[in-house]
T-cell receptor, first 111, second 115 residues
Framework: NAGVTQTPKFRVLKTGQSMTLLCAQDMNHEYMYWYRQDPGMGLRLIHYSVGEGTTAKGEVPDGYNVSRLKKQNFLLGLESAAPSQTSVYFC??????????FGPGTRLTVT | AQSVAQPEDQVNVAEGNPLTVKCTYSVSGNPYLFWYVQYPNRGLQFLLKYITGDNLVKGSYGFEAEFNKSQTSFHLKKPSALVSDSALYFCAVTSRGSTLGRLYFGRGTQLTVWP
């Protein structure tokens, strides 16, 4: 039981490049979330999904897109990376008792 | 609107002393409250939660938290701090009955325990 995994762990992009972050969970959770963590800002919700095939915007969705084609996977895409997207990205899934389980994070630097 | 305040960016305590990390919240309806811990270069790990029942909640690694409805607080405590407790601590809240179950996080409190 791996819990929540994220790939890649680190990435450096140039401004304007695109990339996709992959999140996978093996707990059969319906709800999944993407957050970004910046110093002194806590965790801010980018997008979330309440089930396979459904996604919705969080509080900081601009510049990101997501897809949930399979229940266990939640993808976060950056179409044209900007330096402001330099951050640590965390994926999480939620059980029925509202507890969220977090992945180890992806550290992204955009130059 | 839901929100969480962690009024202290940093808390410093000596090993063996009791520690408290403060959290206050604002939520529509009844709250579900959580504490998570983050060690350097790691994801967030669940410590404990309050859903209902006893106001004193016990969690992992000897931590506990007290739910105080009148003060809308959920402070994290430990009777005797360890150097290994040094980490970033987040308080989070959601509203009971929320179909989305979205967590609202505080900005985090850096706990440093010195030998």
């Amino acid at each position: 039981n791996a819990g929540v995994t994220q790939t890649p762990k680190f990435r450096v992009l140039k401004t304007g490049q695109s990339m996709t972050l992959l999140c996978a969970q093996d707990m059969n959770h319906e709800y999944m979330y993407w957050y970004r963590q910046d110093p002194g800002m806590g965790l801010r919700l980018i997008h979330y999904s309440v089930g396979e095939g459904t996604t919705a915007k969080g509080e900081v969705p601009d510049g990101y897109n997501v897809s949930r084609l399979k229940k266990q996977n939640f993808l976060l895409g950056l179409e044209s990376a900007a330096p402001s997207q330099t951050s640590v990205y965390f994926c999480a899934s939620r059980d029925r008792a509202y507890e969220q389980y977090f992945g180890p994070g992806t550290r992204l630097t955009v130059t | 609107a839901q929100s969480v305040a962690q009024p202290e960016d940093q808390v410093n305590v000596a090993e063996g002393n009791p520690l408290t990390v403060k959290c206050t919240y604002s939520v529509s309806g009844n709250p579900y409250l959580f504490w998570y811990v983050q060690y350097p270069n790691r994801g967030l790990q669940f410590l404990l939660k309050y859903i209902t029942g006893d106001n004193l909640v016990k969690g992992s690694y000897g931590f506990e938290a007290e739910f105080n409805k009148s003060q809308t607080s959920f402070h994290l405590k430990k009777p005797s701090a360890l150097v290994s407790d040094s980490a970033l601590y987040f308080c989070a809240v959601t509203s009971r009955g929320s179909t989305l179950g979205r967590l609202y996080f505080g900005r985090g409190t850096q706990l440093t325990v010195w030998p």
